[in-house]
């Protein structure tokens, strides 16, 4: 284990058990969608395009306004879901973060909602097929794997590529909607999660009787160290995720959070390199996030 334990998580597989990897996820998708489909002959069940795809068009071919009036379009995206879970078998948006038009669904349900590239025709909300599909089944697929611990917040890899799925689903829907905004909820709960988890290791400390062993002691240098480092690695993921977010959901109180227990803790060492640690901390910082604490001491 690195002498900075819990700081760097950025480290990559090795090749090898980076192939390895690929290739066992390429397996488990092939065996379980074999398996799936093993007994399924007819081509209309085995490929959407050739069943509720043709199905769905005819009705809304025939009857044009009982179909507009009936929400035809999100029956047809229920009926796809199916399919789309299947392909979406292995996804690991934060390990590896495709475009979403590289999904078979994605592509396939966009040329259904314009079929005529050349015409910028305007669709109600319910006639955005994959906008649709990535409300009712992406976006809380999404959320399940953050809020269930696919997101390390000590990762600035994987926070960046948070940013980068959660910025092409924002394309597809736009900023202001609840199923896009619950991303950015769930995002910062993660981070208030780990937050807090640094301060509870602080304050167990700072209420400890002597004769407790604290979780971390800022009165030992390599403690001091290893703990400070980590509490910088998440205030940079934290001001990463905040750029893209902006100030939702209360994600710059975090950083305000994290800025007071790195102030306390350099304390202990202030005359020799804590004030100047400090001072190139906060030099990222904007002002507003900055503690008061922290700013009259520095005048």
Request: hydrophobic share 35%.
């Amino acid at each position: 284990m690195p002498s900075d334990e819990g700081y760097a998580t950025d480290s990559e597989l090795e090749r090898s058990d980076a192939i390895d990897f690929d290739e066992a996820i390429k397996t488990l998708k092939e065996e379980v969608q074999s398996k799936l489909f093993e007994d399924v002959k007819a081509k209309a069940f085995r490929d959407p395009r050739q069943g509720v795809g043709l199905w769905f068009g005819e009705w809304k071919d025939k009857w044009p306004e009982i179909y507009r009036n009936a929400f035809g379009d999100m029956g047809l995206v229920q009926a796809w879901e199916f399919w789309a879970r299947v392909e979406l078998l292995g996804w690991l948006p934060l390990e590896k973060s495709p475009h979403l038009d590289e999904f078979q669904w994605y592509s396939q349900l966009y040329e259904r909602a314009h079929p005529d590239p050349d015409m910028e025709e305007e669709l109600r909300p319910e006639d955005d097929l994959p906008g649709n599909m990535c409300r009712t089944m992406l976006i809380p697929r999404l959320n399940a794997l953050v809020s269930g611990g696919g997101l390390d917040t000590y990762s600035r890899r994987q926070v960046s590529r948070a940013i980068d799925i959660t910025e092409q689903i924002e394309a597809s829907l736009g900023d202001e909607g609840d199923r896009y905004l619950s991303i950015l909820k769930i995002v910062t709960r993660v981070f208030e999660i780990a937050t807090n988890d640094l301060k509870d290791q602080f304050q167990k400390y700072s209420v400890s009787a002597p004769s407790t062993k604290p979780t971390f002691d800022p009165e030992a240098i390599s403690a001091r160290r290893r703990y400070m480092k980590r509490v910088i690695k998440l205030t940079e993921n934290i001001m990463l995720w905040r750029k893209y977010s902006k100030e939702r959901f209360g994600v710059g109180r975090l950083v305000t959070t994290l800025l007071e227990i790195l102030f306390f803790v350099s304390q202990g060492g202030w005359d020799i390199g804590g004030e100047e640690f400090i001072r190139k901390t906060i030099g990222a910082i904007p002002a507003e996030l900055v503690p008061q604490s922290i700013k009259d001491r520095l005048d």
